[in-house]
């Protein structure tokens, strides 16, 4: 059993947008057990969309596409679909009905044109989308010798698609292929330790053939375990992966500051919320990156102040009155002018705690320790100050920094704050 992934839409092929869909079917299909042994990738052209989808039918046995599903004259999968089937297009009058309604609860009336999207060959299934107006289309092809082919066409949104996947096609094609069992997973976030580090904490999790199964992936300095169970109901799958989520959790403690979705920010605002206090940024290596953040984080309480940007000594002096001879003297990447930049930031924002960042070191320097980068958090119990080396590409310094910081609050907040931990 083989796979095609296509993705159709000038967009993709001119190069303005990287198709990012294919690899995320990429993934699930591979989760399913099918081997994916191609990609391709065409313009929003009729011709080339027909021939691109008769090449599928031939050497794949499920294809999944994504774009070309809207309204507008650019999208064309609905016709290269009828002309591979060969089949005509049907009017589903439920689905104009359900675009209707869509419209209405934004208070529009239905554009004319949108009546394309209830279009389907004939013969084909519909692929619900509960949040936008083009629905799927799920279609076998007939082959020369064999089952037939089957097409999952859905649209390019990645959010709808991802929808989509998980309502209706990854169980669609888990029954085409008789696998009777479903697939879950869990993702366990971590930070603050490499990732040769965290697999030696944990014992021969990380090995093949294990169930449930135990993958590690490294992005931006955060590490995440992906545990994996099949069963015979997701309840099943998840009764069965809470010992080794369990495990985890134990081997690593602090490491792990979240799940699936959760960043760093989330865990720091979740502790924030717990403790029932309040945090400002005062920024300089970091640019704001932190504050940006904070600020995404939807949250019933302001628990984020506000935050403060420099890029030079004299706004420190001016706004925060740190005084002038001590960054000269100390350096504006040093522990002690972060030091006072979270207490003096405290003060003026009125917060339970501030966070500073340090000026970014000059690599050209020689330093026999390496160039470091410092972090300070104000607390009514005094000023913690950390350093971490600044090594990594210049290209994600930025945010790993950032990372580094909000890490720091939220160990900080882990341990009660206390100056000397
Ligand atoms: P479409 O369904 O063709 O109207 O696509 C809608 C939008 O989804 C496009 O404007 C893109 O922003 C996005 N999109 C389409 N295909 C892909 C893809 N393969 N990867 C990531 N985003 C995509
Ligand atoms: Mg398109």
């Excluded at 099918?34 to 691109?52: F, I, K, P, Q, S």
């Excluded at 958090?377 to 210049?394: F, N």
Aim: with cysteine.
């Amino acid at each position: 059993m083989h796979a095609e992934v296509i993705s159709i839409g000038d967009e993709l092929t001119s190069g303005q947008r990287l198709d990012t869909n294919s690899q995320w079917l990429s993934e699930r299909l591979g989760e399913l057990g099918v081997r994916v042994l191609y990609h391709t990738t065409v313009a929003d052209d009729l011709e080339a969309n027909v021939r691109v989808f008769r090449q599928a039918v031939e050497r794949a046995d499920i294809i999944v596409a994504s774009g070309g599903l809207g309204p507008t004259a650019d999208d064309l999968t609905r016709d290269a679909l009828a002309a591979v089937s060969e089949q005509p297009l049907e009017m589903r009058s439920e689905i104009v009905d359900h675009v209707r309604s869509l419209f209405a609860l934004l208070g529009r009336d239905m554009p004319e044109r949108n009546t394309v999207q209830a279009m389907f060959p004939r013969g084909s299934r519909v692929i619900p989308n509960p949040h936008g107006t083009a629905p799927g289309i799920d279609l076998e092809v007939p082959r020369a010798a064999g089952r037939p082919a089957r097409i999952f066409a859905l649209p390019g949104v990645p959010a709808e698609l991802f929808e989509m996947w998980r309502q209706t096609v990854e169980s669609s094609i888990a029954q085409w292929i008789g696998i009777r069992r479903v697939i879950r997973h869990r993702r366990l976030k971590c930070f603050g330790a490499g990732e040769s580090h965290v697999e030696q904490m944990l014992p021969d999790l990380i090995r093949r053939g294990r169930d449930p199964s135990v993958g590690i992936t490294v992005s931006g300095a955060v590490i995440t375990l992906r545990v994996t169970a099949a069963g015979d109901t997701p309840e099943a799958c998840f009764a069965a992966m809470e010992p080794t989520v369990a495990t985890i959790r134990e081997c690593l403690g602090e490491l792990v500051y979240g799940e699936e979705e959760e960043e760093l920010e989330d865990a720091v605002l979740r502790l924030l919320n717990d403790q029932n206090l309040s945090l400002a940024t005062i920024e300089w290596g970091t640019g704001g990156q932190v504050a940006d953040w904070l600020n995404n984080v939807t949250s019933t309480v302001p628990r984020f102040a506000g935050g403060l940007v420099v890029t030079h000594s004299a706004a420190l002096e001016n706004l925060l009155s740190v005084p002038g001879d001590l960054i000269k003297s100390a350096g504006s990447c040093s522990g002690k002018v972060v030091e006072e930049m979270a207490a003096r930031g405290r003060e003026r924002f009125g917060t339970d705690l501030a966070l500073a960042t340090s000026d970014v070191p000059q690599l050209t320097k020689i330093d026999a320790d390496g160039p470091r980068v410092f972090f300070a958090l104000a607390s009514s119990q005094g000023v913690i100050v950390r350093s971490t080396r600044y090594a990594a590409h210049p290209s994600i310094l930025r945010v790993r920094t950032a990372r580094q910081a909000l890490n720091m609050v939220r160990l900080a907040l882990l341990r009660g704050l206390t100056v000397e931990s």
